[in-house]
């Protein structure tokens, strides 16, 4: 005859929950008792059983929950060490089986274990484990009364369905633990762990429930008050002054509780503080003067001016100074200047009803300031408060007598700019076959490969025979086992590539794109080594008709990219006289390289070129087509657009449709001759990448919009000091435009402080006319409307430093806009010094 043990002890060794469930809920308490008394025995035969995945752990589990007596007897078996250790809480798979077994339990003993299971609860970061799942259905269908349990309260907020907490069992009791459980505020900030909702969501579900009379007003009120005395980190009560400020109380609602939000000016957190006087503003009270006084112990600036303006109240109505002076004294050395500023004021006004400890008490505070070097005495004021006001408490509270301002230290001398020499010549030509067959290139030089490629062609008509057998090893590495030839797709495959198709190996490689122009490109390599590939197409198609030039055009004679006029005339002169006519892309280069000096003796050399390429190239020397104009856009990201000369235009084609993958110095050397271009080129992609200043200043042609953005650009990154220096000593640039451009940039989030480096480094090492020029275009767009910042302080000191360094003189509308101002500040301060120094009107200092 079989027992109910038995066909549990069949279900747990077949590892069948759904069987141990039902077996288990149909129990009778009779039954259950024998069975509870028979697990331990059991498990430890079953531990010792052959099952490393021990499948025997959720079905001895449940087991043990529906049989064993008692609540915490029960609780304890669920956790007993043989099932958790591989595993510290319930697997998800076990919340509905341990709910469906538990509800054949009797209700007062689901009650009690409910309870018991919330308190097992440790996280106050709530994962979504069956634990969790199971304490939040029992606590929901037996009605137990939620124990007061910070990781509860946590486990609730993640998981609450914000548009069901009206109809939630648990609302009632646990929405007033919100206010005081820890770290509440933050997990009801931020988004819920299935990323559902962020901060709004329960906002506006508390809200609703007030608006819906489901819950009183009164007690998310007093929830946040409760929470703003208990105290905690600003991040933490961030989420209740939201919600307060949502819930918009009424006068009526808040005069009885003035006392609570006096109570939180001396040291709840500043948002909170805030919160608080705008209460006590609203209601018209007038802080008693213990309150008064903790404002101006607070390190917030604001906080301690309204601080000192109702202390000034307090004084003209009546209350002795000398009661107040600890904590005047203190505000004389708080952070921030402003309210340094208005203490100073406050201090002067009653100075003659302070007794002598008071006044020793503002000596003491005024001796705590940080000093002027090698000067211990009450003057040293001067350098954190503004100068007038610094006199005044010297002559109010003693010192030395007050001189007049220090005269100004050594005038400036500028270091000289540093030398921009001519670019530099290019190596010789690769002249003989072995040289070529040894040259290695790397991914990134753009330079070896026009010579290769030049060697290649100059060596392939004058000994084709030996440069064939210097090349055969190379060719072998370059050829497929099918027999043809690996096409170049990285810049050391250039020559393997080149000398397989020689040699005859494979056929000729094409470009990945047609020559055509406006064609859309693929977007993989720099617009150099796009050049690079179609040149090197040219190259082989002649090869293969037998056309080869005695040489190629477009190799560079400096290092910058750049061609000098008189070589490329002796190269043309070669190609006449060969009867060779030019390969398109190679002169087409060429002209892009070619450099904007030339000499008379060159012109004349030119003109007797009789090929049509000749007769361009005399063209080009004696009238060069005009430079292309780059308009300039500010939109989510800025554009430039160009407009260019229509044979220019012919010889650039599609190159500016590439826009993904860059190489500054290997882009420039493609427009050496043609700077905006160049610019243009290495101006930062989607990415914000920018670099190529370097190889500009050496090249050819006027600057525009392009090289101001570029140059703003790396100044606002903190790296373009060195190349801002070598552009100031070669010449005038657009110099406000780059300011503007800076201006921007800083609008849009570029870091001040990177951009205030790399200016004061260029200024400093000589160029500070230049860096003065950018700074009238960047307070021109950059000077603030109503939102002053520390930065925009830092960068009016800094321009009015540099018009000193460089005399300069004209009015600036924006600066004296801003020098007109009232308002006492630091920023003005300067502004009115810069001022000065711009129009002559009063001393500059």
Known sequence: MTTPWDH????????????????????????????????????????????????????MRLVGLGTIATPAAALTWLFKRDFTRDQAVLPISQAGPCAAIARSRPDDWRRDFAVRLALRLRSLDPGDG???????????????????????TALWIATADLGSLAEDPLTDALLPTIFEAEGAGRLLRRADYWGRRGTDGWIDALTGLAEAGRTRRETLLDGCRSRFLRGAPAFDLHFFTLLHERLAPTDEE????????????????GPVAELALGVIRRLSATPPADAVEALLFRPEGKLVKVG????????????????????????????????????????????????????????????????????????????????????????????????????????????????????????PDIDHPSRLARVKLIWCDWLDAD????????????????????????????????????????????PACVAAALIGLGEAPQERSPLSRRTALPGEVPVWDLQLQRRTAEILRALADDALPPCLLATPTRQNGLIDAGILIERLTRHERAGIEPLPLDLAQALLRLRRTVT??????????????????????????????????WGEKPTVTLTMDAELE??????????????????????????????????????????????????????????????????????????????????????????????????????????????????????????????????????????????????VAFAADVAGWTNAQGELPAVTTLAAGTRKSRLLEQAQRLHRQLTGVGPAR
């Open 650 to 795: 012919e010889l650039v084609g599609d190159l500016f449709e590439q826009q993904w993958g860059k190489h500054p110095d290997g882009d420039v050397a493609i427009f050496a001759a043609h700077r905006e271009l160049a610019a243009v080129a290495v101006l930062p992609g989607s990415s914000g990448y920018v670099s190529g200043l370097s190889a500009l200043v050496s090249a050819e042609g006027p600057v525009g919009p392009a090289m101001s953005l570029l140059l703003a650009s790396m100044i606002a990154g903190d790296y373009g000091a060195l190349d801002l220096m070598r552009l100031a000593a070669t010449g005038p640039a657009p110099w406000p435009e780059t300011g503007r451009c800076l201006a921007v940039l800083l609008q849009r989030g570029a870091k001040p402080a990177k951009a205030l480096s790399a200016l004061r480094l260029a200024a400093e090492r000589g160029a500070h006319h230049a860096v003065w020029e950018i700074m009238t275009g960047l307070l021109e767009v950059y000077l603030p409307g109503e939102k002053p910042t520390s930065a925009h302080t830092r960068l």
């Open 600 to 633: 008379e003796l060159e012109l004349r050399k030119a003109a007797r070129l009789r090929s049509a390429a000749g007769r361009r190239l005399h063209r080009w020397l004696a009238n060069r087509p005009t430079d292309p104009e780059v308009t300039l856009t």
């Open 308 to 427: 000192l303006s109702l202390l000034d109240k307090l004084l003209k109505a009546g209350a002795d100074p000398d009661d107040h002076i600890t904590a005047l004294a203190v505000a004389l050395t708080c952070a921030s200047a402003g309210a340094r500023e208005r203490a100073v004021k406050l201090v002067v006004a009653h100075a003659a009803k302070l007794g002598e400890a008071s006044v020793e008490a503002v000596r003491t505070a005024i001796d705590s300031l940080p000093k002027a070097e090698g000067d211990a005495t009450i003057r040293a004021v001067w350098d954190v408060l503004p100068p007038e006001r610094g006199r005044v408490l010297a002559e109010v509270f003693g010192g030395d007598p007050v001189p007049e301002p220090e005269p100004e230290g050594e005038p400036f001398v500028p270091p000289p700019l540093p030398m921009v020499s001519n670019p530099h010549p290019t190596p």
């Open 130 to 152: 069956g634990l969790e799942r199971l304490t939040l259905i029992l606590l929901r269908e037996t009605g137990a009364e939620p124990p007061r349990h910070d990781p509860l």
């Open 451 to 494: 010579r290769w490629l030049d060697g290649f062609v100059r060596l392939t008509r004058d000994h084709r025979r030996d440069l064939v057998t210097a090349l055969r090893r190379l060719a072998e590495s370059g050829s497929r086992s099918d027999g043809g030839h690996k096409d170049f797709r990285t810049l050391p495959d250039l």
């Open 8 to 59: 549990v002890e069949a279900a747990i060794a077949a590892s069948d929950t759904a069987a141990i469930v039902a077996l288990v809920t149909t129990l009778t308490e009779t039954d259950r008792k024998p069975i509870a008394a028979r697990l331990p025995a059991h498990l430890q035969v079953i531990r010792a059983s052959d099952d490393p995945e021990r499948r025997w752990i959720e079905p």
């Open 254 to 269: 808040l005069r009885p509780h003035l006392g609570d939000y006096l109570a939180l000016l001396p040291a709840a957190p």
